[in-house]
């Protein structure tokens, strides 16, 4: 029953939003754009799950083109360093950044100062994908379900550890929102790329 019930409330809480945005005041003109290369800024390492989406659309945008749409890695420091190269490019339209929930609604709201600002600095263009997040344990864990995990939680504070991408990343606050809506402490573990938390688990 306790599963039935935190399940969907789990893949709401920590649900994820990728999405194409560009310098504000970019207005390239139609009818000649591209006539150069186009680079999509990545705040995710390469072999990630963005990265992989970002190098299909590129792919498919070089295509329609016929201009190469290359794919510029600069994962760390919450998005900030693929954020503030995107910032300082010129507002042409040929620097797009592809920017996450984290980056442009849920870091404004923890950090006091931020060297950006998601609603003057940046322009929608469009949304890439959608995903849901997942609980899982290393082979040989003792933990196998949800309640397990909170019944540990419980009894030995601090003593699980979770992984996520970065601080403040929806990985972060779904297990955050967890603790809370559980009465438990867990320890937090941030990596800078995904695939290195999963070698650890």
Excluded at 104 to 117: C, E, G, Q, W
Excluded at 168 to 179: D, N, R, T, V, W
Aim: proline content about 9%; overall charge positive.
């Amino acid at each position: 029953m306790f599963i039935k019930k935190i399940l969907p409330w789990l893949c709401a809480a920590a649900l994820g939003l990728t999405s194409l945005v560009a310098s504000a005041q970019s207005s390239p003109n139609a009818s000649a754009f591209p006539s150069k290369p186009v680079r999509l800024i990545n705040p995710f390492p390469a072999g990630s799950g963005p990265d992989a989406v970002a190098r299909i659309v590129g792919e498919k945008l070089t295509r329609a083109w016929g201009q190469p749409v290359l794919v510029d890695n600069r994962p760390g420091a919450s998005g900030f360093i693929a954020i503030n190269a995107a910032k300082a490019s010129a507002p042409t339209g040929y620097d797009l950044l592809v920017a996450a929930a984290d980056h442009m609604a849920i870091n404004p709201a923890l950090f006091k100062k931020l060297p950006y600002s998601a609603t003057k600095d940046f322009v929608p263009v469009s949304g890439l994908y959608r995903t849901s997040f997942f609980i899982l344990v290393g082979e040989k864990s003792p933990i196998k379900t949800i309640p397990q995990l909170i019944a540990y939680a419980r009894a030995t504070p601090d003593a699980a550890t979770y992984g996520s991408n970065a601080v403040g990343s929806p990985l972060h606050l779904g297990a955050a929102q967890i603790e809370y809506a559980t009465g438990t402490t867990m320890r937090h573990v941030p990596y800078k790329e995904t695939s290195a938390l999963y070698q650890a688990v």
